[in-house]
């Protein structure tokens, strides 16, 4: 079955800890997102990627890093300096790079990351 | 003015209802539009796309006015499984440029 997998699918981390959520597509899709969702909140846009060995920040990237070593993979690592990293995290993937015509997005079941 | 903004409700209906939601944006150059549909603690999934004048698909129709920039959903006879959240989303432009910036929600709770 093609599609995104995120895992873990529930994550708890201790403060000061960096961790590393993965993010795998299996549908030859150019692009892939992160999005950060907090309680009763939008999701909002931490990095992306159009291509391989490129991403850009999103609206919300400090304290997190990303890599794009391989088309299917883009794993986020949430780093010490993030301050309030408790969150629904979501990674996304598109056909082709960002435009401003029609891109559908399909999402990861997210992974769920508490700070203890 | 946030670039999306929508009511978070939430919208109490009884089964067979119809129910309406609305989505402002605020760049009027936005030309591409969409709704997600999110269960509790899953992960958005398209409902519909919403292009020129609008979409229709089974009890759903999304429907786009330029002029007051805003998109809606209307969901026709409503059903227990319809509860959820529903995300507009619009790609954006400038600082945004061609990616998804989603509003907050709407939640709807279908009551028998």
């Known amino acids: 079955d093609g599609g995104i997998t995120q895992s873990p699918k529930y994550l708890f981390r201790k403060e000061g800890q960096n961790v590393t959520l993965s993010c795998e597509q299996n549908l030859n899709h150019d692009a892939m997102y992160w999005y950060r969702q907090d309680p009763g909140q939008g999701l909002r846009l931490i990095y992306y990627s159009q291509i391989v060995n490129d991403f850009q920040k999103g609206d919300i990237a400090e304290g997190y890093s990303v890599s794009r070593e391989k088309k299917e993979s883009f794993p986020l690592t949430v780093t010490s300096a993030q301050k309030n990293p408790t969150a629904f995290y979501l990674c996304?993937?598109?056909?082709?790079?960002?435009?401003?015509?029609?891109?559908?997005?399909?999402f990861g079941p997210g992974t769920r990351l508490t700070v203890l | 003015r946030k670039e999306v903004e929508q009511d978070p409700g939430p919208f109490n209906v009884p089964e067979g209802a119809t129910v309406a939601f609305n989505c402002t944006y605020s760049?009027?150059?936005?030309?591409?539009f969409f709704w997600y549909r999110q269960d509790c603690r899953k992960e958005p999934k398209l409902l519909m796309s919403?292009?020129?004048s609008g979409n229709e698909d089974g009890r759903f129709t999304a429907q786009l006015n330029r002029a007051s920039q805003y998109i809606s959903l209307l969901i026709r006879d409503s059903k227990l499984s319809d509860s959820a959240t529903y995300l507009c989303?619009?790609?954006?432009?400038?600082?945004?440029?061609?990616?998804?910036?989603f509003g907050k929600g709407t939640k709807l709770s279908v009551k028998p």
């Open positions: 760049n009027s150059a936005s030309q591409s």
């Open positions: 996304a993937s598109s056909m082709r790079a960002p435009t401003i015509s029609y891109n559908e997005q399909f």
């Open positions: 989303a619009v790609i954006g432009y400038g600082g945004s440029q061609g990616n998804l910036i």
């Open positions: 919403v292009y020129s």
